[in-house]
């Protein structure tokens, strides 16, 4: 099936070809990255988790970049295979400079083919284009928060993944603060719920 | 003994049904065995591809898995070759490995087998098996794969051209030179997938001491399979046994010999003497189940003044898929024969090639090549009739030949039988009470409302069939068995799966001995108890099937009329008379069961005769038979979305004299429902990388109960000479006479628009398409 | 066709369910009817490590047509919805669009929850939530329960507005006023989903001027979608032909990507909504159908 539309990123060319063809960038952004490890230079092996209502896969294989022309012209391949069958797809973007009111934006425009087969194909055609281009838009939507989140004043993180680590740790701490609270909210209703019982 | 109605011409229920109703049939899946062992099959995910490796390490070690085998072992064990039994002079044909080997060519594709102590495990293994495939281009058209630079299925072919195949007589160039108009229409018959409720499935066992072989399989043709199993795996054809159990529908995807029953064979050999089972799933049967049609071509008839058919010339394109199978080449061939449907002409040319693509094979599916031909001619006279003013109905009648003309000798060079195709167009126009749908069709046209008329005139070929002309043999056999108790066995060669024999076999006998239904079985399916036949297909059980039981019952009474004679103290056998089961001669009598008992006892016999009272025969068909009729359909078609409802449906069909009404009439129904299913919605679809995008009943639209409309049904009876009993054979004529009755009434409700002809299946979106295509 | 293995869990309370949902995280899934999920784990398109069976868990199949919102539980199957007299008597929509489910064995065991939790882009109960405007409610891990309203619930292909580690318990409707209500459905010859389907009700007195209109539909966008533009246009109007067929050419409003599938393109979809839609409110508004 054919995917092609196009996404605004809100930084230049250069920054976001680059963020494109990073290894990191791409682990965080590529939808249901499970690994993803750089096998030669513009080489990496990939596991991705990929589901849509109730089907759920993964896939095992490839994302190769060619056809690299920086900052405008990128071509992505992917190739895996898994219990849900193959995926292969191709998909070329080109990164053009869209400059509004004074801010830095990319245009990227992306035309491309996927191709799956097997089980899932035999009988989810209806759903596996819709689910392609919600990958594709939640990449996309990765990328942007990226460009923004490079754009804003947090301290570069020295190695990979710690600055998030922390994050969540933090996040963690304080989910627990709240659900202690909400759990302490709502005792009443869970024992009228309790004493109601029955079916 | 009392005068009794005769059992043959009456309708009786099935003596089948109460079984199969209560659950109490036992397919394949049914049968019971101790130590019982499963089998999974690994397929290929992809259309067309090199296999780079494959490791199937983690899959043997894995708890409980028996083993796991690929082409490697089948060579190692000389297992040979999935066969075609229709390979066409100058035919193309590939090796066709049971597992494949370093290149998939069909998603779908067999490459290993996992066997283990339980289904769960088995499957389990499949996922565990490694796989690396190297991706080539697919082609999935069969016009394209004609094209110059199309991807070979098979290299070693150098071509995907398999075979070309023509019959001509007569000056067609002729004909269309001094034609006042030549019609001509393209036409596609989509590939369909059989879809029997009972998928296929395999049990075999070995035992290594005495060699023998048991094969239980889902299948039309058990003697056929046997024959062709014993050469394949290597063992004695008296080794191999095979046995078709209750088989819960085929319509001919049955009829054929598959790498999986060889596969099991394999299997149960080298794992002796477990019994191992492979039952199919859904969208295993939907992807490596044969598929029915795939004929792409044009048809054109040159036309004379008064729209007489001069001749017609058919060139087409048959897809094969990516291996023949058993008899996928030969289909086409009787769209061939069949293409000049119910009409007479001097000439006739027709071409056809046959194609490899990277999809399953294609072979017989009910009508096996003559639902294209009665299609496509049908479709080409409502055109003729619709460009030269000429009324449908008319124009069919000009060209048909009368009665009186039968045996009447084809352009393609077949001998029609009988048949009387004016009488049963009149009749059935006269049962839909044509000049008032026509008048009522005005009316409604006039306030905005789509209605069209359809009708479709047939002949069609069956009770295949002499056997020069049939690749595997075309005759019958029947053994018929008198127990000591005057019980009657009835082994029949045929092998029906939903037909209804043992019920009609047993009113031809109960007839013929004057006995009751009773005290008949008929047995069929088990070569180690059935005599050698060839079994179920092409419409051929009562007309074949039934002949060879009559011979075997008239041989079983004039052996006994010598033994009846002998105890009635008559002078001579022909002194004796039989009837309503008794033997006479003079004031005397003895009843059938009398003399069983006596035949067996053999304590007062005369000389000369045999103890026992049973006899074999066989019957050879002279010739074809060929069943005819007029279906005549009336729909409306939603303007605003173009989904057809169905207002009427009327069939007039004639297969000669009927055995059992009921169940000719349950054999029309199923035949229209499946044409519904072909008209209206069904399609097997292959996207352009090789993918069956229909994988499973979610997406394949067989038609339901609710889909159809009531089917009034009513015969007319022109017996044959072919066979003594009169009988031509129905199972396939409902398939072939509606299709074209149902497109040609939604072509003529779309008349408003200038609508001349769509490709089925016409589903909604493409009627609404071109009606705003045309714009009115 | 064998799933793989899996444990099974069938909880006994709505906060066991929670409980496991939170500590089986992405590895566990809910097990309404299974009308969906099983045929998934069949064709091991899906292979959860653990099933959470919720059919012991009570209160969630009770149907109450008396109060105000009319209450459905969770786990109410699409058969006893269809079946309920009660509730044909006070919101004739939830029986009619039940019954065009599946067949009568899938909606023996289908349940309302289920078919919106999995939000399948095709599935009829959308659309006659959305028309009706329910209050969908689900409850989350610690008792957090949360009143969805069913027009922020559907956000995305199969994407709803569930938060992980929660689920449906009760889907609540306003009591409609006099009017009328009609479902049109126009099913996918296998499978029965729906190509176009479109739930409408109509709230109006005898004066026939639109009150309150809501129309569902679904099949034919990404997600099924409440037609706005059409709500729009026939509230404040009289309900006749030609208010709704012109109100109706709007059904496909502002769906620039519908679903495009071997069976109807995305044109043809947006066409049978704006034809069915006219049908719906038709039927709706008492109006004779259409030829």
């Not at chain 2, 092409?538 to 033994?563: C, F, I, Q, W, Y």
């Not at chain 2, 000479?721 to 299709?739: Q, S």
């Not at chain 3, 610690?142 to 709803?160: E, L, N, W, Y």
């Amino acid at each position: 099936m054919k995917i092609e539309g196009s996404s605004t990123i809100q930084a230049a060319p250069a920054r976001t070809f680059a963020l494109l063809i990073d290894e990191d960038v791409l682990r965080r952004c590529v939808p249901g990255v499970r690994r993803l490890i750089r096998e030669g230079e513009d080489r990496f092996a990939v596991i991705l988790d990929v589901g849509f209502g109730s089907v759920q896969g993964t896939y095992e294989g490839r994302v190769a970049l060619s056809e690299k022309v920086p900052p405008s012209r990128l071509q992505i391949a992917v190739d895996g295979q898994g219990r849900l069958g193959f995926v292969r797809g191709k998909g070329l973007l080109q990164l053009e400079s869209d400059e509004k009111s004074g801010a830095h934006l990319t245009r990227i425009a992306y035309q491309g083919e996927v191709q799956i087969g097997g089980a899932l194909a035999s009988v989810g055609q209806r759903m596996v284009q819709g689910a392609a281009k919600a990958m594709v838009g939640q990449f996309f939507a990765a990328i942007e928060a990226e460009a923004k989140a490079a754009e804003s004043p947090v301290p570069v993180p020295v190695k990979h993944g710690r600055l998030r680590n922390l994050l969540r740790w933090l996040r963690s701490i304080l989910r627990g603060l709240f659900q202690r609270r909400a759990v302490r909210r709502a005792r009443p209703e869970r024992n009228r719920a309790a004493s109601q019982g029955g079916n | 003994m009392s005068e009794r109605e005769p059992y043959v011409g009456r309708r009786i229920k099935r003596t089948e049904d109460p079984r199969l109703i209560q659950g109490l049939g036992r397919y394949v899946d049914d049968l019971r065995f101790a130590d019982l062992h499963h089998v999974s099959i690994l397929r290929s995910p992809h259309a067309h591809a090199k296999v780079t490796s494959l490791d199937a390490s983690k899959a043997r070690s894995a708890s409980g898995v028996l083993a796991v085998v690929t082409v490697d072992d089948l060579d190692r064990a000389n297992v040979g070759d999935v066969p075609c039994g229709a390979v066409l002079s100058g035919m193309k044909k590939p090796t066709h490995r049971p597992l494949a080997r370093r290149k998939v060519r069909f998603a779908g594709e067999p490459l290993a087998a996992v066997v283990a102590p339980s289904l769960a495990a088995a499957r389990d293994a499949i996922d565990l098996i490694a796989v690396e495939y190297d991706p080539l281009s697919a082609v999935i058209d069969p016009e394209a794969a004609l094209k110059p630079g199309a991807p070979l299925v098979h290299e070693e072919l150098e071509t995907n051209r398999a075979f070309d195949w023509s019959v001509s007589s007569g000056d067609i160039e002729a004909a269309f030179k001094s034609a006042a108009r030549v019609a001509s229409q393209r036409i596609v018959h989509q590939r369909l997938i059989p879809c029997s409720i009972e998928p296929r499935g395999v049990v075999a066992q070995y035992f290594p001491g005495d060699r023998q072989l048991t094969l239980y399989t889902s299948t039309q043709i058990p003697h056929l399979v046997r024959t062709m199993l014993a050469g394949v795996i290597g063992l004695p054809e008296n080794h191999v046994r095979v046995v078709a159990p209750e088989v819960g529908g085929g319509f001919g995807s049955k009829l054929n010999f598959y790498a999986e029953e060889i596969l099991l064979a394999f299997l149960a050999m080298q794992l002796a003497p477990r019994p191992l089972k492979w039952i199919e799933t859904r969208p295993e049967n939907f992807a490596a189940t044969i598929h029915g049609r795939g004929q792409v071509g044009t048809i054109e008839a040159a036309v004379n003044r008064d729209g007489r058919i001069l001749g017609v010339r058919y060139r087409s394109i048959q897809d094969l898929g990516a291996y023949p199978q058993l008899l996928g080449p030969a289909i086409p061939t009787l769209t061939g024969l069949m293409a000049a449907g119910c009409y007479k002409m001097d000439s006739i040319l027709v071409e056809v090639t046959g194609v490899y693509t990277n999809q399953m094979s294609t072979d017989a599916y009910r009508g096996a090549g003559r639902p294209e031909a009665t299609y496509q001619i049908e479709r080409l006279m409502d055109i003729i009739a619709d460009e030269m003013h000429i009324d449908p109905a008319d124009l069919r009648r000009r060209n048909m030949p009368h009665p009186e003309e039968f045996p009447f000798k084809t352009a393609t060079g077949l001998t029609y039988d009988s048949g009387n195709y004016r009488k049963a167009l009149d009749r059935a126009l006269e049962i839909a009470g044509i000049e008032k749908l026509r008048e009522e069709q005005r009316t409604l046209r006039d306030q905005g409302r789509l209605i069209g008329i359809g009708i479709s005139s047939y002949a069609e070929i069956c009770a295949l069939g002499p056997s020069a002309a049939v690749p595997a043999g075309g005759w019958e056999s029947a053994t018929v068995r008198v127990e000591p108790t005057g019980k009657v066995t009835i082994l029949t060669g045929a092998s029906p799966h939903g037909q209804g024999e043992e019920t009609t076999f047993a009113q031809l006998a109960a007839d013929f001995f004057g006995i009751s239904l009773e005290d008949i079985l008929v047995k069929h399916g088990d070569t180690a108890e059935v005599q050698y036949g060839i079994g179920t297909f092409g419409s051929r059980n009562m007309a074949v099937g039934g002949t060879a039981l009559l011979r075997a019952m008239e041989r079983v009474r004039d052996k006994a009329k010598p033994l009846a004679a002998h105890l009635l103290g008559a002078a001579s056998p022909d002194a004796v008379t039989f009837s309503g089961g008794t033997f006479s001669a003079g004031d005397q009598s003895i009843s059938f069961a009398e003399v069983a008992n006596a035949a067996h006892r053999a304590a007062s016999i005369p000389d000369g005769f045999e103890p026992g009272l049973s006899a074999t025969a066989s019957f050879e068909p002279k010739n074809f038979t060929f069943p005819f009729g007029t279906h005549v359909c009336v729909v409306e078609v939603d303007r605003e979305t173009g989904d057809v409802t169905f207002l009427r449906y009327v069939a007039v069909d004639d297969c000669g004299k009927a055995i059992n009404p009921l169940l000719v009439d349950g054999q029309i129904h199923g035949g229209i429902a499946q044409s519904i299913g072909q008209a209206l919605y069904e399609e097997a679809i292959y996207d352009e990388a090789g993918q069956l995008v229909t994988g499973e009943l979610m997406d394949y639209a067989i038609p339901k109960a609710h889909q159809c409309p009531h089917f009034e049904t009513e015969r007319t009876e022109t017996p044959t000479d072919v066979n003594p009993l009169g009988v031509k054979g129905v199972g396939e004529a409902g398939t072939i006479g509606a299709t074209p009755a149902i497109v040609n009434a939604v072509i003529d409700a779309l008349e408003p628009f200038g609508v001349t002809h769509i490709d089925m299946p016409l589903k909604p979106e493409k009627i609404w398409r071109l009606m705003q295509k045309e714009g009115r | 066709m064998i799933p793989s293995t899996f444990d099974y869990a069938a909880p006994q309370t709505l906060e066991d369910v929670l409980f496991l949902l939170k500590s089986g995280g992405a590895n566990g899934k809910l097990l309404s009817g299974g009308q969906s999920l099983i045929p998934v784990l069949k064709l091991r398109l899906a292979a959860p490590e653990r099933l959470i069976d919720l059919g012991r868990i009570p209160g969630l199949r009770r149907i109450n047509a008396e109060t105000d919102p009319i209450s459905i539980g969770a786990m109410a199957t699409h058969a006893s919805i269809e079946d309920s007299e009660a509730l044909r008597a006070v919101c004739p929509l939830l029986p009619q669009v039940a019954g065009c489910i599946g067949d009568r064995q899938v909606r023996n065991r289908g349940t309302i929850g289920g078919s919106l939790a999995n939000a399948d882009p095709a599935a009829d109960w959308p659309a006659a939530v959305l028309a009706l405007d329910a209050e969908l409610v689900a409850a989350g891990f610690g008792d957090a329960v949360k009143s969805i309203p069913a027009r922020k619930f559907f956000q995305g292909m199969m994407k709803t507005a569930l938060a992980p580690g929660s689920l449906l318990v009760e889907i609540r409707i306003r009591r409609p006023a006099s009017g009328g209500a009609a479902y049109q459905k126009v099913r996918q010859s296998a499978s029965g989903f729906a190509i176009a389907g479109v739930a409408a009700i109509l709230e109006y007195g005898p004066d026939r001027v639109g009150k309150q209109v809501g129309i569902g539909i679904t099949g034919v966008a990404q997600y099924p979608y409440p037609a706005t533009a059409v709500e729009k246009a026939l509230v404040g109007k009289r309900l006749d032909e030609k208010t709704i067929a012109a109100a109706s050419q709007l059904a496909g409003e502002s769906i620039d990507d519908p679903i495009s599938d071997i069976h109807a393109s995305g044109n043809y979809r947006l066409h049978l909504a704006r034809v069915h839609c006219a049908r719906a409110l038709r039927r709706a508004a008492g109006l004779n159908p259409s030829p």
